[in-house]
């Protein structure tokens, strides 16, 4: 079974900051099924990117994704108040869907 | 709009069994999506329970296949997943979703419901 661990567990930055969260798969798995996710407290998760780069309708091009092979990257060019939450990679692999443990990007 | 609306019961027993249903409006299950449930225990991370196609194929996360069925009802556009023999373990917010139709990832969410396994 793949594994997805990210980094870094937690993240401290300030708005205005650029965010960089890792997403490292334990072997070589394509592209087009990795996706991020964005959640916040009491909230659902929602979509920011999928196929490692194609961001979801309505998210704001402040959101960019990237990588391949076994690790790949959500960059958050200037961080927004709003833009702090936990973030979650997630693959499609063998049938299943599996995800990272979270990155949570704090003020 | 899509919407999603998972309801069924907040409390069930230890070695009872959990059913949820989940009510889709602004699409039909009948559509090319597949559908998902996915779980979030208190203060963790995220957890895919299994999904169903439109023709009413399932694939399930290995961990739980034994004892989870997600089955569909098109007359009355829901979804429902039952949890057989649960346990402390199983308690969990959990979400019905929508999966993308490009691509392999979940694009509509539902706001979740919390489960809580105690006798």
């Known amino acids: 079974e793949i594994v997805l661990t990210q980094s870094p567990d937690t993240l401290s930055l300030s708005p205005g900051q650029r965010a960089t969260l890792s997403c490292t798969a334990s072997?070589?798995?394509?592209?087009?099924?990795l996706a991020w996710y964005q959640q916040k407290p009491g909230q659902a998760p929602r979509v920011l990117v999928y196929?490692?780069?194609t961001r979801a309708t309505g998210i704001s091009d402040r959101f960019s994704g990237s990588g391949s092979g076994t690790d790949y990257t959500l960059t958050i060019s200037r961080l927004e108040p709003e833009d702090f939450a936990v973030y979650y990679c997630q693959l499609f692999r063998d049938s299943h869907y599996s995800f990272g443990q979270g990155t949570n990007l704090e003020i | 709009q899509v919407q999603l609306q998972e309801s069924g019961p907040g409390l069930v027993k230890p070695s009872g069994t959990l059913s949820l249903t989940c009510a889709v409006s602004g699409d039909s299950i009948s559509n090319g999506n597949w559908w998902s449930w996915i779980r979030q225990p208190p203060g963790e991370g995220l957890e895919w329970i299994g999904e169903i196609s439109r023709s009413g194929e399932n694939k399930y996360n290995p961990s739980l296949k034994s004892r989870v069925t997600i089955s569909a009802d098109k007359s009355k556009n829901q979804l429902s997943l039952t949890l057989t023999s649960v346990a402390a373990a199983d308690t969990a917010v959990y979400y019905c979703v929508r999966n993308g139709m490009v691509g392999f990832y979940m694009d509509v969410w539902g706001k979740g419901t919390t489960v809580t396994v105690s006798s």
């Open positions: 196929g490692a780069s």
């Open positions: 072997q070589s798995v394509s592209s087009s099924y």
